[in-house]
């Protein structure tokens, strides 16, 4: 069974990530939240009867500074219990972590022993039956012999004649198929490597009340666009989000907007969403922060994408 994860990066709200249990490594696209932002704290965090427990804590420094947020890219692997983080920065190695889990896949340890020990019981059984029952033929005691019938007797007679006349049974010969000549010059072909799918998020930020995108978000939306133009898109949700002031109505509708002016943009860059895309707007609902100092960090729309490259 796939394990399930969550995310998240700077105490932001958690990021579902599904990893399959084959081994085969998942991405997932993380962001800072500032731009020169020179530390990171990423947290991953797996559910377990409706308790969130972590079972993995990253933390970058020294990250590099310039004009854009630098790009961290988490990727995941589970095979066997073990779930294997690596963390790359900008492309480059920045960390990497092993954990093994339990109770993740099967059945509990005490019911495979138990059931490993039904079923060794179960073969001794069958292993020991039929020296059981040549014992039970041995310390039987022997029937009375029948007087052994004279030459002259008919009966004896008859009964070789009888064994004589019984054809031996005939065995049918299977006639042998033909197999197939191998060429050993010529190598199979072998199945080409499927690209792991990618788990993305990216966050755009907009001035106060206001739902035109900024410099910088064409930015990011440019890197966004070449991702997903020619990718094969599984799922995308686009949610607004605004800062907590105003009234219910006008937050909603800023939030709307700001979702909306995202997807035509990237619409308009040749990414093609799909019907079952999610744009909407959810007002404050979810603030990333409630200090009064920094609601720009409030002023945002996300993009959640899962995407196979082509």
Same mark, same amino acid.
């Given at each position: 069974?796939?394990?399930?994860?969550?995310?998240?990066?700077?105490?932001?709200?958690?990021?579902?990530?599904?990893? #399959?249990?084959?081994?085969?490594?998942?991405?997932?696209?993380?962001?800072?939240?500032?731009?020169?932002?020179?530390?990171?704290?990423?947290?991953?965090? +797996?559910?377990?009867?409706?308790?969130?427990?972590?079972?993995?804590?990253?933390?970058?420094?020294?990250?590099?500074?310039?004009?854009?947020?630098?790009?961290?890219?988490?990727?995941?692997?589970?095979?066997?219990?073990?779930?294997?983080?690596?963390?790359?920065?900008?492309?480059?190695?920045?960390?990497?972590?092993?954990?093994?889990?339990?109770?993740?896949?099967?059945?509990?340890?005490?019911?495979?022993?138990?059931?490993?020990?039904?079923?060794?019981?179960?073969?001794?059984?069958?292993?020991?039956?039929?020296?059981?029952?040549?014992?039970?033929?041995?310390?039987?005691?022997?029937?009375?012999?029948?007087?052994?019938?004279?030459?002259?007797?008919? +009966?004896?007679?008859?009964?070789?004649?009888?064994?004589?006349?019984?054809?031996?049974?005939?065995?049918?010969?299977? #006639?042998?198929?033909?197999? #197939?000549?191998?060429?050993? +010059?010529?190598?199979?072909?072998?199945?080409?490597?499927?690209?792991?799918?990618?788990?993305?998020?990216?966050?755009?930020?907009?001035? #106060?009340?206001?739902?035109?995108?900024?410099?910088?978000?064409?930015?990011?939306?440019?890197?966004?666009?070449?991702?997903?133009?020619?990718?094969?898109?599984?799922?995308?949700?686009?949610?607004?989000?605004?800062?907590?002031?105003?009234?219910?109505?006008?937050?909603?509708?800023?939030?709307?907007?700001?979702?909306?002016?995202?997807?035509?943009?990237?619409?308009?860059?040749?990414?093609?969403?799909?019907?079952?895309?999610?744009?909407?707007?959810?007002?404050?609902?979810?603030?990333?922060?409630?200090?009064?100092?920094?609601?720009?960090?409030?002023?945002?729309?996300?993009?959640?994408?899962?995407?196979?490259?082509?």
């Amino acid at each position: 069974m796939p394990l399930k994860l969550e995310v998240t990066i700077e105490e932001r709200r958690y990021v579902p990530l599904e990893v #399959p249990d084959s081994g085969e490594p998942v991405v997932m696209h993380l962001t800072t939240l500032e731009n020169g932002q020179q530390r990171a704290i990423i947290q991953i965090s +797996t559910m377990h009867q409706a308790q969130r427990q972590q079972i993995a804590r990253i933390e970058l420094n020294n990250l590099p500074s310039g004009s854009e947020r630098p790009r961290i890219d988490l990727e995941a692997q589970f095979r066997r219990r073990k779930l294997s983080l690596n963390v790359r920065v900008n492309g480059r190695p920045a960390g990497s972590v092993q954990s093994r889990l339990k109770g993740t896949r099967g059945i509990p340890a005490v019911w495979a022993a138990a059931v490993i020990l039904v079923l060794l019981i179960a073969g001794i059984g069958l292993y020991l039956r039929p020296w059981s029952r040549k014992a039970d033929q041995t310390n039987a005691s022997p029937p009375a012999s029948a007087p052994e019938p004279s030459p002259q007797s008919s +009966t004896a007679g008859t009964v070789n004649d009888a064994v004589s006349a019984t054809p031996a049974p005939s065995v049918a010969a299977t #006639p042998k198929t033909a197999e #197939p000549a191998v060429n050993p +010059t010529t190598p199979s072909a072998a199945p080409a490597a499927a690209r792991p799918a990618v788990h993305e998020n990216w966050t755009v930020y907009f001035r #106060p009340d206001d739902v035109h995108l900024t410099p910088d978000a064409d930015r990011i939306l440019n890197r966004v666009a070449d991702a997903l133009s020619s990718a094969k898109i599984e799922q995308i949700s686009i949610i607004g989000y605004c800062a907590p002031a105003g009234s219910e109505a006008g937050r909603v509708s800023i939030s709307v907007g700001r979702a909306a002016a995202v997807a035509d943009y990237l619409r308009s860059h040749g990414v093609d969403l799909p019907e079952g895309a999610d744009v909407k707007g959810v007002g404050a609902s979810d603030p990333v922060t409630l200090d009064p100092a920094k609601q720009d960090l409030n002023r945002r729309a996300e993009i959640l994408a899962e995407y196979t490259p082509q």
